[in-house]
């Protein structure tokens, strides 16, 4: 993609603005470059919302700042307001306020539960089903012949997964990813209202829609626990903690939305790169096993299929040159950390033997590191290692269609082409 701003200065950009997320990628990637250039972090009116419209943010651009902000949760806070750019009303937090939204010790409480019961062993009982549902998605593939990869490769995946994983029933799975597109769907008319009022409606419906699903789940499993995930948040563990019906709603939500919105782009993205870079594509067949781990990194860096997560300021606080004052927003824009030029050589290239690769696609270190990390690995590289063995001469047959949103780098509808 080539830049249409040569010209670029600081007041041309506006990281509010909707029109902003829609420039050529070269375009927007220039610009976080000379953000990250400046001597201190550029401050952004807030977009107008339908609550009102808040202070202000400061945009951390820069790798250093966003690990360090991370690593402060006492001073950089998720719990006051939201993780979102606005504030939340109250309706709102009821059903997307889980961890994600919280400080410790709510946030510990919930994360230590929920890590017992999404303990890498879990995961393992589930590393069957990966692989033969991503079999079954490259045999589909294959009889199918050239498609939307999005839909016919990289949506599938993640969502059985963690439908798997929570012991959702099979035929619900389409109606849970209708309310995750809707609720993580940004700006983008083609998935919501562009009328704000009724948006919300949209958003709160598909919320509500997820609650009364995973509540009436929970209360089944609490009578008959099962081996799934639900089963072990409702039936209290070994210290006597459990889930109450409303943590229970919230963190599913949560999860379904961070487990599908994600992966499913970063798969996306993978195609989209292994096309873009063929020399990389060729280092990586030539040794699949030796250099996947290394790509699916890269993979990860390159995308950011999360692109900010915000922080409140809870006291004055003097950070890289700045001085943060209580109140303030500040928003860690994890793709433009991924593209630091001071961390990462030559950070457009795509480069599966990177390393050290410090990316924090994931989040950075700290209490909100990403709690499925280990499980998006995995699907990533299971899903690659099918593909790449199977239909090797896989590519992307046009440019992605890609989300409307600052929050998602997602893709909506992605041609792939394969012969053979
Ligand atoms: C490539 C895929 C993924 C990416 C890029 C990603 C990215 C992230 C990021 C950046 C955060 C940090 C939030 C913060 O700093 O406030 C996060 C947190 C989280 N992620 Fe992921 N994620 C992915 C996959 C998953 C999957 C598969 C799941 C679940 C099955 C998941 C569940 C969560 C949860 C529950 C949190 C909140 C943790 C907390 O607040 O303690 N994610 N993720």
């Known amino acids: 993609m080539t830049a249409q701003h040569p010209a670029l200065a600081v007041e041309h950009i506006d990281l509010s603005d ?5 420039w050529p990628l070269a375009d927007r990637r220039a610009a976080f470059a000379l953000l990250r250039s400046l001597g201190h972090p550029p401050f952004y009116a807030e977009p107008e919302f339908i609550f009102g419209t808040g202070p202000g943010y400061y945009a951390l651009v820069r790798h250093a700042d966003v690990m360090e902000a991370s690593r402060n949760p006492d001073v950089f806070s998720s719990g006051k307001g939201a993780t979102s750019i606005v504030d939340l009303p109250v309706e709102f937090n009821e059903y997307f306020g889980s961890m994600i939204n919280m400080d410790d010790p709510r946030h510990a409480r919930l994360r230590r539960i929920v890590s017992r019961a999404f303990t890498p062993r879990m995961i393992q009982r589930f590393a069957d089903d990966v692989g033969r549902i991503a079999a079954e998605i490259v045999d589909d593939l294959v009889s199918t012949g050239p498609c939307d990869f999005v839909e016919n490769v990289a949506t599938r995946l993640p969502l059985t997964i963690i439908c798997r994983l929570m012991g959702i029933p099979d035929d619900s799975y389409r109606m849970v990813l209708r309310n995750t597109n809707i609720i993580l769907s940004g700006f ?23 609650a009364d699903l995973v509540t009436a789940l929970g209360r089944e499993r609490a009578e008959n626990p099962a081996g799934d995930l639900v089963s072990a948040l409702v039936t209290a563990n070994i210290e006597g903690e ?17 487990g599908n919105e994600t992966t499913r782009n970063a798969l996306s993205h993978a195609l989209v790169l292994l096309t ?4 990389q594509r060729d ?25 900010f997560m915000r922080r409140t300021v809870t006291r004055d606080h003097h950070m890289n040159g700045h001085d943060y004052r209580e109140g303030d927003k500040a928003v860690l ?17 795509f480069d599966i033997a990177r390393s050290p690769n410090p990316h924090v696609g994931f989040g ?42 600052s929050f998602i780098n997602g893709i909506k509808h992605l041609p792939c082409e394969f012969s053979g």
């Open 283 to 307: 280092l990586l067949l030539a040794d699949l096993n030796g250099r996947l781990e290394g790509a699916v990194e890269e993979i990860v860096r390159y995308a950011s299929p999360v692109m």
């Open 364 to 405: 950075a270190p700290g209490p909100h590191f990403c709690l499925g990390a280990h499980l998006a690995r995995r699907e990533i590289t299971v899903m690659l290692r099918e593909l790449l063995t199977r239909v090797p001469g896989i590519r992307a047959a046009g440019p992605p269609d890609l989300l409307l949103s």
């Open 333 to 349: 824009f994890y793709w433009s950390a991924n593209q630091d030029e001071s961390v990462f050589t030559d950070p457009a290239r």
């Open 242 to 258: 459990a889930l109450t019906t409303a943590e229970l709603a919230s963190f599913f939500i949560l999860l379904v939305v961070a």
């Open 188 to 210: 983008d008319p083609d998935l919501i209202s562009e009328d704000m009022d009724e948006a919300v409606g949209q958003i709160l419906a598909a919320g509500g829609e997820l």
């Open 276 to 279: 873009d870079f063929p020399a």
């Open 18 to 22: 909707t029109e902003f997320w829609s």
